[in-house]
């Protein structure tokens, strides 16, 4: 069956340092691969998605890549700062219909002033 | 433009009754999805709605737990005859539903608990 896995569930960096969230999907028709920050009591907001016609995308301090053939994809923020402290999640679209989004797990991101 | 809202913010119950729960997507979005998040856990797919269909209801735990849209907006998921585990934040979703736009957009959420 359709399965997102995501590593680490918790990552604590210092600011100014980079973090890096990986995910490994099943489903190898998957085609679009979003991310999501939650921050504490929040709702998710879709920060970035990638789609597998490219290998990476980037939107100022946040970037993403995908390995179809590995069926892997990352999130990397760089200059981490406080305000980038919350849950991330990321996702894959399950080529079996109905637009249904795979979720990992999540992962807590601190960053430390 | 308003982005997806749900209502109550907060519902605490007893054990036993039921409770409605409402979802208003983003205007013009043909999809519309629930999902539950128990305390630091991740979401839990329930029930995608295209328009006013429910094609896959594959994730809705139990038959105790239903779902409605109407006017191919608004939705409420129905939880009867709630239990203690029923307690999580139930997040709706809207897409545009459309090939290819796949972003799903959530709402704050509504926050069970029950007793």
């Known amino acids: 069956g359709e399965n997102v896995e995501q590593h680490p569930s918790t990552l604590s960096v210092q600011e100014g340092d980079s973090a890096v969230i990986k995910c490994t999907y099943s489903d190898s028709a998957s085609n679009y691969f979003p991310w999501y920050k939650q921050e504490l009591g929040k709702r998710p907001q879709l920060i970035i998605d990638i789609r597998s016609n490219v290998g990476e995308k980037k939107d100022q301090r946040i970037a993403v890549t995908l390995n179809k053939t590995a069926k892997h994809f990352s999130l990397h923020i760089t200059e981490t700062q406080p305000e980038d402290s919350a849950v991330y999640f990321c996702a894959a679209i399950f080529s079996g219909g109905y637009n249904k989004l795979i979720f990992g797990a999540g992962t807590r991101l601190a960053v430390h002033p | 433009g308003a982005g997806v809202s749900q209502s109550p913010s907060n519902k605490v119950t007893e054990k036993g009754k039921d409770v409605e729960l409402r979802c208003d997507p983003i205007?013009?979005?043909?999809?519309l999805y629930w999902y539950r998040q128990s305390l630091g856990q991740g979401l839990e797919f329930l029930i995608y709605?295209?328009?006013?269909?429910?094609?896959?209801k594959s994730g809705l735990p139990s038959d105790r737990f239903s779902a409605e849209r109407t006017g191919g907006s608004v939705s409420t998921l129905t939880i009867q005859r709630t239990q203690q585990e029923d307690s999580a934040v139930y997040l709706c979703a809207s897409s545009p539903g459309f090939s290819k736009h796949y972003e799903q957009y959530f709402g704050p959420g509504t926050r069970l608990t029950v007793t």
């Open positions: 709605f295209q328009g006013n269909s429910a094609p896959d």
């Open positions: 205007s013009g979005h043909t999809a």
